[in-house]
Every structure is written in C-alpha cells, then in structure tokens.
C-alpha cells in the first residue's frame, strides 16, 4: 500500500477510493502495521512538540510547557488510546452488523475504523501549536464524513436504508469510546499530576 497516495485519496476523493478499499485484500495485522500505527503517531508527536518544547498561555498563569518526561507520558499514552479506540471501534462495527442487515466481516470493519482516523491524523499535525488543536477537530469532524461515505459503499454489504442508523450507532460508540479513554488519560494525569515549567 502506498501510505502517501492512500492518505491524499482518503482525504480528497474518499468515495472513490472506498471502493478500491473494499475490493483489496489485506490483513487486519496489515492495516495497523503499515498505515494506522505510522498515522496515528501523528497527532501523539504533534503533542509532545507542542507541550514539551513550544507550550502555550493561560490566563492568570502565563506562558508554561510540560516538563518533557509528563509529555512524553502523556504522548505515548495518547498513541496507545488512539491505536485501542480504532481497534475496539472496529470489533464494535463487526459485532453490529447483524442488527443492520449486514455481514460480518472483521476484515471490512477495520478497514472503515481505520482509514475514517485519517483525516483527524492527518489534522493531529497542527497540535504543534497548541492554539491550533482546535483545528484538529475539524479534521475529526471530516472524519466522520468519511465513515459514512465507507458505509455507503457499502463495505459491511448495508442496505441503503439502514446506512444512516449503522453510521449513527457506530459515531455514538466512537464518541463514548473517545471519552472513556479521555477521562482515564485525564484522570491518570490529575492524580499523577504534571510537571509544568513557567517561562
């Protein structure tokens, strides 16, 4: 697979490159050792740059970074969450695709778990500069679109009408599974505290 042209075509073209995507024959292991665990380190880099050696202002506290071992920390466990929530996702999508008229298929769950991640991958890149990590949402939020354009392809052979409800259930379990490891990452890092360095 070549990592780059997949990314570009994710990204501006993913309707048709849905299709090109659900006739490949791959592996599970595949997938997560040639394209999501190269992304998704993405975002995780992006945050340790940011807080560890650019940082950022807070009102009534002014300009401070984390000391580069909290960052570290907090990298490696942001890269491990977001490896965690595709894979979960993916079983989820599969273990639901009865409920929906659907085929199961491992295969193809993790295929729409993993390549929907990139655009909000992609996006990570801007939390090099902390105020920007807001924009790195938006790519999230285009994210989603791509999910359900993988759908409407459709990889998991879902009947047009059901399209809407199996996108609408597997979003709720992506945002449940995003704020389950949310609250653990902040909960680890409230009782762990973190380090912070005033410039």
């Known amino acids: 697979?070549?990592?780059?042209?997949?990314?570009?075509?994710?990204?501006?073209?993913?309707?048709?490159?849905?299709?090109?995507i659900k006739a490949e024959t791959t592996t599970v292991k595949d997938l997560f050792m040639s394209y999501a665990l190269i992304l998704a380190a993405?975002?995780?880099?992006?945050?340790?740059?940011?807080?560890?050696?650019?940082?950022?202002?807070?009102?009534?506290?002014?300009?401070?970074?984390w000391n580069i071992g909290s960052a570290l920390v907090y990298a490696i466990f942001m890269y491990i969450a977001a490896l965690a929530t595709v894979y979960i996702l993916g079983l989820i999508i599969d273990a639901l695709a009865?409920?929906?008229?659907?085929?199961?298929?491992?295969?193809?769950?993790?295929?729409?778990?993993?390549?929907?991640?990139?655009?909000?991958?992609?996006?990570?890149?801007?939390?090099?500069?902390?105020?920007?990590?807001?924009?790195?949402?938006?790519?999230?939020?285009?994210?989603?679109?791509?999910?359900?354009?993988?759908?409407?392809t459709p990889l998991m052979e879902t009947p047009k009408d059901k399209v809407v409800g199996y996108f609408v259930v597997?979003?709720?379990?992506?945002?449940?599974l995003t704020a389950v490891f949310g609250l653990i990452l902040g909960a680890f890092f409230a009782v762990g505290g973190i380090g912070f360095r005033t410039l």
């Open 98 to 152: 009865p409920n929906f008229a659907s085929q199961k298929n491992q295969l193809s769950a993790m295929k729409l778990a993993v390549f929907s991640m990139t655009p909000g991958w992609i996006a990570g890149a801007l939390y090099i500069v902390p105020f920007l990590g807001i924009l790195a949402a938006l790519g999230s939020l285009y994210g989603l679109y791509v999910l359900y354009l993988g759908f409407s």
């Open 42 to 65: 993405i975002p995780a880099v992006a945050q340790f740059i940011g807080n560890a050696l650019i940082g950022r202002r807070l009102p009534f506290y002014g300009w401070y970074r």
């Open 1 to 20: 697979m070549d990592l780059v042209a997949r990314v570009q075509a994710i990204i501006l073209k993913p309707k048709e490159e849905w299709l090109k």
């Open 170 to 176: 597997s979003l709720v379990v992506a945002i449940v």
